[in-house]
């Protein structure tokens, strides 16, 4: 027994039951182009754009992050989400820091936006240090093959949304 | 394309809500913010959240993947686990990564539940070294706020992302 079922209509106009915590559209991005990166106060690591089915009374975004870095930098730069050009600060989306040049610094995280809209919503994932400094978390996204350390293989970032039944 | 199994899942009507085997049914995020203090000891608990199952253990599994952000060195190692109350099921399927200086001492990891019932289900993430060591902990601060103890950090939550699937 499904508890509370309700109904949305699709853009054909099919009726598609579901319940709270039903996924009513997926989509993963993906890339693995050795990107080089340079310290600063404002960094934006990758933005994709979801096209949201349903507005923010039916439906929210779920995103899961995984960005893979290497070659360390610093080790705090103060990560998270931006949607629609607005920064979330109170935020799940960091990186893990090992403070060894070849070492892997992947950041990686969950959140969540339950005040948006329907049609195209702009997702970045950034790095803005709360006291204004110029920092970096690794120098390089993606790194390719070799990259810092003859054994690396080229590594590739992933950016998961759902779109789920409020 | 065939589906290979399948497993009638239907509501009141009869009407079919989802039938693939391992189709996700719900999807959801529990959030823990509170910035807390961690101390040593031979176990500790580091939040609880709950969560209401739609289905009953016959019909579905529970996924629960974790993101729990802390900071500070304390112990290397020390038995981080997830377990649903009541469930006599203590998952440690999560680890951390031990870093002494600067950055972050997230715990990741995934725990799987064959045999929970419909209702409401409370997730407590805590820790427990295998040899009962005291004066252990994964980190010393849960949910760093903005600026403690680094200015460059913005504040964190710890989630875990709840997946109930069909069997």
Same mark, same amino acid.
């Given at each position: 027994m499904i508890l509370g079922a309700t109904t949305v209509?699709?853009?054909?106009g099919k009726t598609v039951l579901t319940t709270s915590g039903?996924?009513?559209?997926?989509?993963?991005?993906?890339r693995n182009n050795e990107i080089a990166l340079s310290s600063s106060s404002n960094g934006t690591h990758w933005t994709v754009t979801f096209n949201k089915l349903y507005n923010s009374s039916t439906s929210y975004l779920i995103v899961k992050v995984k960005l893979a870095m290497a070659m360390r930098y610093n080790g705090n730069c103060g990560h998270g989400i931006s949607w629609n050009g607005s920064f979330d600060s109170n935020q799940n989306i960091d990186y893990r820091f090992d403070n060894l040049d070849y070492s892997d610094n992947p950041v990686f995280g969950i959140a969540e936006n339950k005040s948006l809209g329907v049609g195209n919503q702009t997702i970045a994932i950034r790095w803005i240090p709360a006291d204004g400094g110029s920092n970096l978390p690794s120098y390089y996204e993606n790194p390719g093959n070799g990259r810092g350390d003859g054994r690396r293989r080229n590594n590739g970032s992933v950016i998961q949304v759902w779109e789920v039944k409020l | 394309m065939a589906i290979l199994a399948q497993?009638?899942?239907?509501?009141? &009507? $009869?009407?079919?809500?989802?039938?693939?085997?391992?189709?996700?049914?719900?999807?959801? =995020?529990?959030?823990?913010?509170?910035n807390t203090s961690i101390s040593g000891s031979a176990n500790g608990t580091l939040f609880s959240v709950s969560f209401t199952k739609l289905l009953? +253990?016959?019909?579905?599994?529970?996924?629960?993947?974790? !993101?729990?952000? %802390?900071?500070?060195?304390?112990? %290397?190692?020390? $038995?981080?686990?997830?377990? =649903?109350?009541? &469930?006599?099921?203590?998952?440690?399927?999560?680890?951390?990564?031990?870093?002494?200086?600067? $950055?972050?001492?997230?715990i990741h990891g995934m725990s799987w539940w064959t045999t929970l019932g +419909? %209702?409401? !289900?409370? =997730?407590? +993430?805590?820790?427990s070294?295998?040899?009962? &060591?005291? %004066?252990?902990?994964?980190?010393?601060?849960?949910?760093?706020?903005?600026?403690?103890?680094? &200015?460059?950090?913005?504040? !964190?939550?710890?989630r875990l992302l709840v997946m109930e699937v069909v069997k």
């Open positions: 209509t699709d853009n054909s039903s996924i009513l559209k997926y989509e993963e991005f993906y | 497993s009638d899942i239907r509501n009141n &009507s $009869g009407d079919v809500i989802y039938r693939n085997v391992g189709g996700i049914i719900r999807m959801q =995020i529990l959030e823990h913010s509170p009953s +253990a016959s019909e579905s599994n529970i996924i629960v993947e974790s !993101h729990i952000w %802390g900071h500070g060195a304390n112990s %290397g190692v020390s $038995g981080p686990y997830l377990e =649903i109350s009541g &469930s006599g099921n203590r998952d440690y399927n999560h680890t951390y990564q031990y870093e002494g200086g600067q $950055g972050n001492t997230p +419909a %209702g409401s !289900h409370t =997730i407590t +993430a805590g820790w070294p295998n040899n009962g &060591s005291s %004066g252990e902990s994964p980190f010393t601060t849960l949910n760093t706020n903005q600026g403690q103890s680094d &200015s460059r950090y913005r504040k !964190h939550v710890s």
